[in-house]
């Protein structure tokens, strides 16, 4: 059974032209999270969500955003890709705390053409 | 600055011969660690946390304050093992990781 579901698994966008991604999750964790991984890079936390309260890294660029209509749901969206986006975008949950797990989801993959 | 560091970035060893996956970390506080494991074709997911001080599939892993490490170990390795392993710190509940270290177990 699928907890943290990430849409589309791979996703083809051209240079400049918007693109969300989607994340939903049926843990009914309050806190939500994006990363990105380039590869042979360690995944980067680029904001979080607790609840409806949204945490921006201090270095996350402003083209990227994020929107959570509802404790499921989370979408990331790129306003102009550029090449340099190009990379894995993972999503994960968990419940607020430190020591708390966090679930992952299988990620996305973007491309930038 | 909160940073943490995985030397290698590929180990490779063989079946039944002991792993030491390493791991140090810079944090000005008292962070707690994880090891986090991405199998072939499946998700990140958590393998122990080192507050729990409990060995999951063989695996253990001590802090060791003074020399700011978290390494990973197994006595006996298995095929089943290999995968990409990450160890992440938390100071706040978000995790900073690090870049990880692809383990690679031959028969």
């Known amino acids: 059974d699928a907890m943290v579901i990430q849409n589309p698994r791979y996703q083809v966008t051209q240079f400049g032209k918007p693109v969300t991604l989607s994340c939903s999750q049926t843990l009914n964790h309050n806190v939500m999270y994006w990363y990105q991984q380039k590869s042979s890079q360690a995944p980067k936390l680029l904001f979080h969500y607790y609840d409806k309260d949204f945490n921006n890294e201090a270095d996350t660029p402003d083209n990227f955003q994020s929107r959570r209509p509802n404790t499921s749901f989370c979408f990331l969206d790129i306003r102009s890709p550029g090449l340099g986006d190009a990379a894995m975008y993972l999503c994960a949950t968990s419940r607020a705390g430190v020591l708390n797990e966090q679930y992952f989801g299988p990620g996305t993959r973007l491309t930038v053409t | 600055a909160q940073r943490v560091t995985q030397p290698e970035k590929l180990l490779s060893v063989f079946k039944g011969a002991p792993v030491e996956l390493k791991c140090n970390y810079s944090?000005?506080?008292?962070?707690?660690l994880f090891w986090y494991v991405q199998y072939s074709r499946q998700r990140l997911q958590l393998l122990l946390r080192?507050?729990s001080r409990e060995s999951i599939k063989g695996f253990t892993a001590d802090l060791n304050k003074g020399e700011t490490s978290f390494h990973l170990k197994k006595p006996f390795a298995q095929e089943e093992d290999s995968a990409m392993y990450y160890c992440a710190l938390s100071g706040d509940g978000n995790l900073i990781f690090g870049k990880g270290t692809k383990l690679s177990v031959k028969p």
């Open positions: 080192h507050i």
């Open positions: 944090y000005s506080g008292s962070p707690e």
